[in-house]
C-alpha cells in the first residue's frame, strides 16, 4: 500500500531556534534534527525520503546554466527513495523545478525526508563551522558560498591523512621535477565498493601529477573495479571489505620497458577517513577561537599544523 508523505517547510527557522545552533558547532557533511527536516538549494519545500544525498553528480552539475533555473513547473516524484527517484530529484532541483512536497512510497518510509542539496548552504545560513569531505559538485559554487557566508570550514576532496601526504609528496616531486619520466607508459588501477559509480578522485589527482612529470596518459584509460569476484580475485580485496575499500595501483614502465616503478595505496574500511575528519575538526576549532583571517581550509593545512592524534 502506497503512502502520503508530508513535510514542512521552515527547516532553516527550525535549525535557527534549536540549542545545538546556538552553540559554537561543527558540521559533518550532514545535519539531523528531531523533525528530519532538510533545506533545498532554494527556499522551497522538502521532498520526503529515506537518505542523505549531499553531494552532485557532474552529470546533474553539467545540466545547471545560467539561464536554466527559470521554469515553473510542478513535479512530483513517486518511490523517491529508489535509485532512479533520488536522480530524478537531484536533476529537478538542479534546473529549478518546484517539486511537490509529498511522495508515495512504501509504509516503512513514511515520515523520512530525502535532502537534495548541498549541505554547505545550510551550513553556511546558519553559521556553523563545517568539516566536508566531496569529490563532486561545483566547486567555485561551493567556496564562494562559504566565503560569502564568513563561515570557517575545512573542505576537502580526501579525508585520509597519509593518503594527503602522499599526493602532497606526488605535487611536490611533479612541481621540482617535471618532464623526468617523460616517455614512460603509465597504467591505472583502482577498486572501490560497487556503490561508487565514479572514477577515484584520488586516483586523477595522482594521474596529474604523472602527467606534469612527462607522462602521456588520459584519464578515460583508468582501469575502474567494481566487480566483488575480480576484487577479490584480481585486486586481493578482502571479502569482508567489499562493501567499503580504496585500492589505487599505479604502473610505470621505460620505453625500452627495462625499468618499471609501482606505486600503490590500499584503505579497507573507513577509519583513515573518520581520524583525518575528528583532526580536521580540532584543527578548525581552534581556527575559529583564535579568529583565524583565513576561513577556508583543506588537509594539506592540517597537515602542516601538526600535532595530530
Given at each position: 500500500m502506497a503512502l502520503l508523505f508530508k513535510a514542512p517547510c521552515t527547516a532553516i527557522s527550525y535549525l535557527q531556534k534549536t540549542q545545538i545552533f546556538k552553540k559554537q558547532?561543527?558540521?559533518?557533511?550532514?545535519?539531523?534534527n528531531s523533525n528530519n527536516n532538510v533545506v533545498f538549494s532554494r527556499p522551497r519545500c522538502l521532498v520526503p525520503a529515506v537518505l542523505s544525498m549531499s553531494s552532485t553528480t557532474k552529470p546533474?552539475?553539467?545540466?545547471?546554466?545560467?539561464?536554466?533555473?527559470?521554469?515553473?513547473?510542478?513535479?512530483?516524484?513517486?518511490?523517491?527513495?529508489?535509485?532512479m527517484g533520488k536522480a530524478v530529484i537531484k536533476a529537478a532541483d538542479t534546473i529549478g523545478l518546484q517539486l511537490v512536497p509529498v511522495s508515495f512510497g512504501s509504509e516503512e518510509e513514511?515520515?523520512?525526508?530525502?535532502?537534495?542539496?548541498?549541505?554547505a548552504e545550510l551550513y553556511c545560513k546558519v553559521g556553523v563551522p563545517f568539516v566536508m569531505g566531496?569529490?563532486?559538485g561545483d566547486r567555485d559554487k561551493l567556496y564562494k558560498t562559504v566565503e560569502n557566508s564568513r563561515v570557517y570550514a575545512v573542505?576537502?576532496?580526501?579525508?585520509?591523512?597519509?593518503?594527503?601526504?602522499?599526493?602532497?609528496?606526488?605535487?611536490?616531486m611533479a612541481e621540482q621535477f617535471p618532464g623526468a619520466f617523460?616517455?614512460?607508459s603509465l597504467q591505472v588501477l583502482e577498486s572501490h565498493q560497487t556503490s561508487k559509480v565514479d572514477t577515484s578522485g584520488t586516483a586523477k589527482a595522482v594521474i596529474s601529477c604523472f602527467q606534469k612529470l612527462g607522462v602521456s596518459f588520459d584519464m578515460d584509460q583508468i582501469q575502474m573495479i567494481r566487480d566483488p569476484k575480480q576484487q577479490i580475485e584480481m585486486v586481493g580485496v578482502p571479502e569482508e571489505h567489499l562493501a567499503g575499500h580504496a585500492f589505487h595501483m599505479y604502473h610505470l614502465t621505460s620505453p625500452e620497458k627495462t625499468v618499471s616503478f609501482e606505486f600503490q595505496h590500499n584503505v579497507c574500511g573507513r577509519s583513515i577517513y573518520a581520524e583525518g575528519t575528528i583532526d580536521a575538526v580540532?584543527?578548525?576549532s581552534k581556527k575559529v577561537q583564535s579568529q583565524a583571517d583565513k576561513l577556508i581550509y583543506n588537509m594539506i593545512d592540517v597537515l602542516r599544523e601538526g600535532n595530530m592524534r
Open positions: 558547532c561543527f558540521g559533518f557533511d550532514n545535519v539531523n546533474i552539475q553539467e545540466l545547471e546554466t545560467p539561464g536554466s533555473k527559470s521554469f515553473n513547473i510542478p513535479i512530483m516524484v513517486n518511490g523517491c527513495s529508489g535509485k513514511s515520515g523520512k525526508t530525502l535532502e537534495v542539496c548541498d549541505n566531496t569529490t563532486g573542505i576537502s576532496p580526501q579525508m585520509g591523512k597519509q593518503v594527503v601526504a602522499f599526493l602532497a609528496a606526488m605535487e611536490i617523460s616517455g614512460y580540532i584543527f578548525l
